[in-house]
């Protein structure tokens, strides 16, 4: 179930378009003020420049956030050839220039496509990265510059690669699906390092999270404009057992009914062991329900 609860609040995931200019938490603050509701949480920083997919997770969803920051992303990057910032992308001070224009496009497209599979990455300086309880941003900010870890992610691909010839820069287009902590301003800098002549990210969209596409999202002010107008959003909200399609689902009734809403293992007999999306009688989806050797221990409850 979506849309209001009983609480007169609503529960579910809502695909919001993040456009240019809005931090993730600028728009969590947004739509605190157009659904009048406080427990809102977003899936994953965006910095304000970059615009796309950002699924807003409503009520009851705060629980799964952190689940679905977990996911794969995709987005479509744009990249510099020859210019490096400090911060790895536009926004940030020029360091270096370099002079691009002896790249080949096989040299390019082979640097690129060398990042597929997994590599250890380090994070840029301008991140929301902690070290030591401070974000990485704010050490930046002040003239520091510590030594990062290198994070273990993963490019799934990349494609739809594009080259253009016709240009005094040089710049590469191309899709990377990839790993949760993936930084894709960093990607474009080892690329960037790895053809000799360094590299930013010019500009980034996301236009895939939590299996969500950008056809699928709605801006702030369509949101605005819905809830305004005595509209319902509650047709743009996703359920949460949208996101576990892939768990067996279980109906429960009777003593059984009880047991999952108080939160209690029962026996589960005739059930093949895995995960379960557990409904009540009513067609409450109540919770995910682990079920091993006959018996169904509660994961993660949704009642409240």
Same mark, same amino acid.
């Given at each position: ?136 941003? +704010?050490?930046?900010? /002040? ?58 990210? /010019? ?10 596409? +950008? ?79 006959? +018996?169904? @221990?509660?994961? @993660?409850?949704?009642?409240?």
């Amino acid at each position: 179930m979506s849309g209001k609860s009983n609480n007169d609040t609503y529960t579910g995931v809502l695909p919001v378009f993040k456009e240019r200019g809005w931090t993730s938490n600028d728009v969590v603050a947004k739509l605190r003020g157009i659904l009048r509701m406080k427990r809102i949480g977003h899936t994953g920083t965006l910095d304000p420049e970059v615009t796309g997919v950002l699924p807003v997770c409503l009520g009851r969803a705060t629980r799964i956030a952190g689940f679905l920051t977990d996911t794969d992303k995709t987005y479509r990057c744009v990249m510099r050839l020859g210019l490096m910032t400090d911060t790895e992308d536009m926004t940030g001070k020029v360091t270096k220039t370099s002079d691009a224009s002896y790249l080949t496009e096989a040299d390019i497209i082979d640097a690129v496509m060398s990042f597929v599979g997994e590599y250890d990455q380090i994070p840029p300086m301008y991140s929301a990265k902690k070290i030591n309880g401070r974000k990485l941003y +704010e050490l930046a900010r /002040e003239g520091i510059e510590i030594e990062r870890k290198p994070s273990h992610v993963c490019i799934r691909s990349i494609s739809d690669l594009e080259i253009p010839s016709d240009e005094g820069e040089r710049r590469a287009f191309f899709t990377v699906e990839c790993s949760k902590g993936t930084y894709i301003r960093s990607l474009c800098r080892d690329i960037g390092e790895k053809l000799g002549c360094g590299a930013c990210m /010019e500009s980034l969209s996301r236009i895939k999270a939590c299996g969500l596409s +950008e056809e699928q999202c709605i801006t702030l002010a369509k949101a605005e404009e819905i809830v305004h107008s005595g509209g319902d959003i509650g047709d743009f909200i996703l359920p949460i057992d949208h996101f576990y399609a892939d768990c067996e689902k279980m109906e429960v009734s009777g003593v059984l009914d009880k047991y999952v809403r108080n939160g209690n293992k029962f026996a589960a007999k005739n059930a093949i062991d895995g995960r379960y999306r557990i409904y009540l009688e009513d067609g409450t989806f109540a919770a995910l329900y682990d079920i091993k050797d006959g +018996e169904a @221990r509660p994961c @993660r409850m949704f009642l409240s």
